[in-house]
């Protein structure tokens, strides 16, 4: 929308570095859990599974940044992309509890005994899968994103106006997945699994493991993310942002563009979900809330939008304060995210990327382009 | 010494010795042990026209009366005692008091006699009340108390009303022979009246095997036409509640498109400044119940001022203290309000403890009108005509005072009306304190509806969104047109798809017309108008 | 004679929330010619751009472009066929760099998915060198757009108009807020280019477009009043009371 602090391409240096440094935190803190508990550099299986929850949601960030930072989207409903990822994937688990659950059936979890039902709805046919669980975690928040995308793009709903929808979808999906009737456990959600891929969820190395394959993945969507804005196509795509209407006379069709780096962002988003589940072990409706993906966007801002590194940066720092704070301070954690909110955005807009740019290089080589609110195309 | 003594215990032979009964009357059989003489006795005292009839009837079914070895009988009042015959007190209360027990059959029979003592009540509303009993209940034993209470009735409501329990009464029985055209009089007459309980005896009538064919087709047409109003009455009565849920989302909503439409921005700490107006209500309310509280019932009245004042004071401080740096970033706005809305949740939080705090809705406002079919809550008209009000007052504000003039010319267009000469920030603060006035007066209507938490706000924004993306920008019959839409379209969906259903339906549903008509449904059309 | 055309408008109306903005307007154009547009303010010249590069749809008449009805495609569609458009305030994308405006602008690749693999051939490199040298902002090339000058921005967006290799141009007002200088230096480029590309200019400055020295066509209320040589139309005294009044 206005291309006041963000300059596509160029700020990506570090992103290789950042996937670097994130296979390396994940990796080391995946061996130091696997240290005798006297050792003075045990991790504990609470730090483990925090980690790969910061880890979960710097990919939502990313998938944020993405739309936001490099498209100008600015979305209010990607968590909802996020909870169906982690439903995908949450599915699996169920299944592979079997007849250990409460009611001992091997074929049906059991909140759907509880409400007496006697076959799995065709949806959830093949969960028992992991080939196919991890297909639907892309595919299903793909799927969403591009019919949402394709309505909405085609007939140019921007700014304001397509946040709001955002808002509205994952605040109706919130409510469906509420319902007991959808067949994703109502309120509870999915919860209580026991195994992934034969591997006892609860044991030290299969959570060592987990943390490791997210860093992993992590580091992998970064450098996709960057190969994706780094390309011709992520020129364009950042001159979709600044001058949709510039774009469209020059023969290019921005609501294509735009679908694609959106259905790509989902699926990130969606993978992010996937491994939240694993390490968190339940997901719930409350995932789809609003506020979840107002402050993801939040992660964005503090770490400095269109950057990727940023958002990594941004969703680990908050969270980070997020749970140091409602250890310490429970009361205060909401005036710190709100005060955060306000702060970022009139005192940091360009988060703290922009300020480490500011401290390396004189600012007098930033070129801050004239603020205009209207697009290019204007007669 | 010895004659003194035989006296006492010839005294105490009288007072002990059974069968020695002192009262022989129409009360007596109360006291026995045998139920067919206390069915007699409560039918003798029915109609025996004791002035302590009634009484000691209702002592009997309130468990309150109590007989003595001796055969009196006597009401406990509290600590006292009452002798039933004569209704003055005892000083002694004799010993050996025993309560009177109850079984069904003396209950039922108990119920018919009150009843029938009712229908002869010299009070015409008493008797009202007894028919009205008699016509829920259709005892085939009443009907002849029903039939005797006809004769000598004169009052034209009562003897409606009775016919009616009669009629009642008479389907309520198997079908016989010969009473054809009684039955048939029968279902004419509950016809005209109406109602599930009506509905209900015709059913089964239209359903039995036994009955005549006249009577059942008499019973089937009656059923159907029914319910047909009944249908037609839950319309009307669905409409009215998507009437008055539009009018709370057009409360919600109006201030949140003014800011908008003249600013361009989302103020997404819009709820809260409806919860604050809730608040303030509140404390109005206290206020005024400590300092005077003869005025209480009107409390309601004087916060809707000083909720508009307060809400509207802080608007003004929100947009010169943060919006107004963010002019021109209409997605940052976004996000600073609505870090602004954790802020104010919580500090009302810290302030007012997390629960729901107890608004008071006054005397003048509580309980409904019966309209035909329809129940009419005051509380929920008296938004709806509230919000009219507002509606009404807000279109002067924009209309008749150089400050309308001034906003619309901003929504417009802004560089020229700046170029006009028109001070456009200070026509924004204006502009958003207007809207968080607005939402002020929403939640003052809110807080008569609705649990007032600190959370109040959530559940109304992203609905007010709606509205507002709904209706399109800078005009307020969009904004008008779109609340009663959801309103309407929510509450005409819920009977057929279950609340939550219809409320993800009207989602999506604004979701898919939004991506066919991007700039909503009243769009400013135009070459200036690009965003 | 219709065939010869490159550019046919017929019979366009066009109405605004009951405002007439184009009133049954005709416009023709021949390859290689370059027609100047002059009228005054609310005459119908950016509606008319409108319709001709499909941001506006009229309500009747046809719009043909080498035989292509324009009134079916939309903004993409019609700037693949060959019309290249330039707004009134210049559009380029500030956030990239001179290089990068330009190699989006380039004829070839408008597939999203073929961008992601795209790499810069050495055709590509050509081209963008040599628009740089037209356009005079070799030094900048590696600039962010969004730093340079108002003029230097007119000319980048006349670089990537050229880089789409147009048959027809339609520039909107080029040399509004230009120096004299600056004024001649673009009549100069326009002229060059039309050796190659037929161009519609807009322009209110007459001696700009006395210095283009070419065909003048005056609207007026939606409608063309005048056209002709600019010395004609000078001496039209319908086109004296339009723009001076009685």
Not at chain 3, 55 to 65: I, L, N, V, Y
Request: hydrophobic share 50%.
């Amino acid at each position: 929308m206005n291309p006041f602090s963000v300059h596509g391409p160029r700020n990506l240096r570090g992103v290789i570095w950042m996937a670097v440094a994130v296979v390396v935190v994940a990796g080391g803190l995946a061996m130091a859990s696997l240290l005798p508990e006297g050792s003075p550099f045990h991790a504990s299986a609470f730090v483990v599974s925090l980690a790969g929850k910061y880890l979960a949601y710097a990919m939502l960030a990313l998938s944020v940044d993405l739309v936001w930072g490099f498209a100008g989207i600015l979305t209010l409903g990607h968590a909802a992309f996020f909870a169906l990822g982690g439903y995908a994937m949450g599915m699996y688990l169920m299944r592979e509890i079997g007849a250990r659950g409460v009611y001992g059936n091997a074929s049906l979890p059991d909140f759907m005994i509880f409400l007496s039902w006697k076959s799995l709805p065709w949806y959830w046919w093949g969960s028992e899968h992991f080939a196919w669980a991890a297909l639907l975690v892309v595919a299903v928040p793909g799927l969403l994103a591009g019919v949402f995308g394709w309505l909405a793009f085609r007939s140019r709903v921007s700014g304001v106006y397509l946040s709001i929808i955002t808002q509205a979808l994952t605040y109706a999906l919130m409510l469906a997945f509420f319902q007991n009737g959808l067949g994703f456990g109502g309120n509870n959600g999915l919860t209580d699994f026991k195994d992934i891929l034969g591997a006892d969820l609860h044991a030290p190395l299969t959570r060592a493991v987990l943390l490791v394959v997210t860093g992993v993945l992590l580091a992998a969507s970064l450098l996709a993310a960057r190969f994706v804005v780094a390309s011709r196509f992520g020129h364009l795509l950042v001159a979709v942002r600044d001058a949709e209407n510039r774009t469209r006379f020059l023969g290019y069709r921005p609501d294509q563009v735009k679908l694609l780096v959106w259905v790509f962002s989902a699926m990130v988003a969606g993978l992010g979900g996937a491994l939240y589940v694993t390490q968190v072990g339940i997901i719930n409706p409350g995932e789809f809330a609003p506020a979840n993906s107002i402050e993801s966007v939040i992660w964005v801002a503090v770490g400095g939008r269109g950057t990727l590194c940023g958002a990594v940066l941004g969703a680990i720092l908050v969270n980070l304060g997020k749970t140091l704070f409602t250890a310490w301070l429970p009361e205060f954690w909401l005036y710190g995210l709100g005060f955060l909110f306000i702060g970022t955005t009139l005192f940091l807009p360009q988060g703290i990327m922009g300020l480490l740019r500011h401290v390396r290089k004189p600012p007098a080589e930033e070129v801050t382009p004239e603020v205009s609110d209207t697009q290019g195309g204007e007669a | 010494m010895r004659s003194a003594c035989l006296v006492v215990a010839l005294w105490l032979g009288a007072v002990l010795l059974p069968g020695a009964c002192a009262y022989a009357d129409a009360f007596s059989g109360l006291g026995s042990a045998r139920p067919d003489e206390m069915l007699g006795a409560i039918s003798t005292l029915a109609v025996s026209g004791d002035p302590q009839a009634g009484t000691v009837l209702r002592a009997l079914g309130e468990r309150h009366l109590f007989a003595a070895p001796d055969g009196g009988l006597y009401i406990r009042q509290g600590e006292t005692c009452v002798d039933a015959r004569t209704g003055q007190p005892v000083a002694t209360v004799p010993d050996g008091l025993k309560p009177v027990r109850l079984n069904n059959r003396i209950r039922t029979a108990l119920a018919g006699a009150q009843a029938s003592m009712a229908l002869l009540a010299p009070q015409a509303e008493t008797r009202l009340k007894a028919a009205d009993a008699l016509y829920a209940r259709h005892d085939p034993a009443m009907v002849p108390t029903l039939e005797h209470a006809l004769s000598v009735e004169k009052d034209a409501a009562v003897r409606t009303r009775l016919m009616q329990a009669r009629a009642a009464t008479i389907l309520a029985q198997p079908a016989q022979q010969d009473t054809q055209d009684q039955r048939l009089e029968a279902v004419r007459s509950l016809a005209a009246v109406g109602g599930l309980e009506a509905r209900g005896i015709l059913a089964g009538v239209a359903q039995s095997d036994a009955e005549a064919p006249q009577v059942r087709h008499a019973a089937q047409a009656a059923v159907s036409s029914m319910d047909w109003h009944l249908r037609a009455w839950s319309v009307a009565q669905n409409a009215f509640y998507g009437l008055s849920y539009g009018s709370v989302l057009l409360l919600a909503a109006t201030g949140l498109a003014i800011t908008f439409g003249v600013m361009g921005v989302i103020n997404m700490a819009h709820g809260e400044m409806m919860m604050i107006g809730a608040y303030v209500t509140w404390m109005v309310q206290q206020a005024i119940r400590v300092s005077v509280p003869a005025l209480e019932p009107v409390a309601i009245l004087v916060a809707i001022p000083v909720a508009f004042v307060v809400c509207g004071g802080m608007g003004v401080l929100i947009e010169r203290g943060l919006i107004r740096f963010l002019y021109g970033r209409p997605l940052e706005t976004l996000l600073a309000t609505w870090g602004l809305s954790l802020i104010l949740q919580q500090a009302v939080r810290s302030i007012f403890g997390p629960t729901n705090i107890a608004v008071q809705t006054p005397a003048w406002l509580s309980g409904s009108v019966a309209v035909g079919g329809m129940d009419i809550t005051l509380n929920r008209l008296a938004i709806l005509v509230f919000a009219a009000l507002v509606l009404g007052g807000l279109m002067l504000v924009l209309r008749r005072t150089p400050l309308g003039l001034q906003m619309r010319a901003v929504t417009q267009n802004r560089r020229m009306a700046a170029l006009m000469g028109i001070r456009t920030p200070r026509v924004d603060a204006l502009a958003f304190g207007l809207g968080a006035g607005l939402a002020g007066l929403a939640g003052v209507a809110v807080s008569q509806i609705d649990n007032v938490s600190p959370n109040l706000g959530q559940s109304y924004i992203i609905d007010s969104f709606m509205v507002v993306v709904f209706g399109g920008v800078g005009n307020l019959w969009g904004t008008l047109a779109a609340a009663m839409a959801l309103g309407m379209g929510g509450k005409v969906l819920e009977p057929a798809i279950g609340a939550v259903s219809a409320k993800i339906a009207i989602l999506v549903l604004v979701i898919l017309y939004i991506q066919r008509h991007p700039r909503g449904m009243f769009p400013v059309r135009g070459r200036g108008v690009e965003s | 004679m219709t065939g010869d055309l490159l550019l046919d408008v017929r019979n366009v109306s066009v109405t605004f929330d009951g405002f007439r903005a184009i009133n049954n307007l005709s416009l023709s154009l021949r390859p290689g010619e370059m027609r100047a547009i002059v009228g005054p303010n609310g005459a119908g010249k950016t509606t008319m751009m409108d319709i001709i590069t499909g941001k506006t749809r009229p309500d009747t008449g046809t719009a043909r472009f080498q035989g292509h009805d324009l009134t079916r495609l939309d903004e993409p569609a019609i700037a693949r066929l060959g019309i290249g458009r330039k707004f009134q305030k210049p559009t380029v994308f500030e956030a990239l760099s001179v290089t990068e405006n330009l190699l989006l602008s380039l004829k070839g690749i408008r597939s999203p998915f073929a961008m992601l693999m795209a790499r810069q051939s050495a055709r590509e490199r050509e081209r963008i060198a040599h628009l740089l040298q037209l356009t005079r902002l070799q030094d900048m090339a590696d600039q962010p757009a969004g730093g340079m000058s108002h003029g230097q921005k007119q000319w980048l967006e006349i670089g990537m108009l050229m880089g789409q290799e147009p048959d027809l141009l339609l520039v909107d007002e080029p040399v509004a807020g230009m120096t004299d200088a600056e004024t001649m230096a673009t009549a100069d480029l326009l002229r060059e280019i039309n050796r190659t590309r037929s161009v519609v200019v807009v322009e209110h400055d007459m001696d700009f477009v006395r210095a283009l020295g070419v065909g003048v066509t005056v609207l007026h209320e939606g409608a063309v009043l005048a056209e002709g040589t600019l010395d004609e139309i000078s001496a039209d005294p319908r086109v004296i009371e339009v723009y001076l009044g009685r």
